[in-house]
Nanobody, 124 residues
Framework: QVQLVESGGGLVQAGGSLRLSCAASGRTSSSYVMGWFRQAPGKEREFVAAITWRGGRTYYADSVKGRFTISRDSAKNTVPLQMNSLKPEDTAVYYC?????????????????WGQGTQVTVSS
C-alpha cells in the first residue's frame, strides 16, 4: 500500500502563492506517476499537474500552466506543488494521487492511491 499525506493548504489573497507538499510512504516505487488534482464545491475532481517519479517529466492543465510548478524530491519522498499568481477560481480541495504505470493519466479514475486532501482558499 501507498500512503499519501498532503500539507500546505490555507487562505491566501488573489495574486499570492502557496506551496503544497505530498509526502509518500509505504510501497512507493520509482515507476510511479504522481499527480495533483483539485475539487471545488459542486464540481468534478479535475487534473492539475503530474510528474513521473523516474525522469521527472511534467504535465499541467492549461488553467495552471505558467503559474503552478510540480516537482519531486526523491530523498524526502515528497512531491511539492508550487502555486503562484493564485486566482479565486483556484479555490478547491487539492488531492495528491499515485499511479503505478507507464502512461501518465490525466483523469482521476486511473489513480490507485489518494491522500485526504488539503483546502486551498483564494480570496478576491
Amino acid at each position: 500500500q501507498v500512503q499519501l499525506v498532503e500539507s500546505g493548504g490555507g487562505l491566501v489573497q488573489a495574486g499570492g502563492s502557496l506551496r503544497l507538499s505530498c509526502a509518500a510512504s509505504g510501497r512507493t516505487s520509482s515507476s510511479y506517476v504522481m499527480g495533483w488534482f483539485r475539487q471545488a464545491p459542486g464540481k468534478e475532481r479535475e487534473f492539475v499537474a503530474a510528474i513521473t517519479w523516474r525522469g521527472g517529466r511534467t504535465y499541467y492543465a492549461d488553467s495552471v500552466k505558467g503559474r503552478f510548478t510540480i516537482s519531486r524530491d526523491s530523498a524526502k519522498n515528497t512531491v511539492p506543488l508550487q502555486m503562484n499568481s493564485l486566482k479565486p477560481e483556484d479555490t478547491a480541495v487539492y488531492y495528491c494521487a499515485a499511479y503505478g504505470g507507464i502512461i501518465v493519466p490525466l483523469t482521476p479514475r486511473e489513480y490507485e492511491h489518494w491522500g485526504q486532501g488539503t483546502q486551498v482558499t483564494v480570496s478576491s
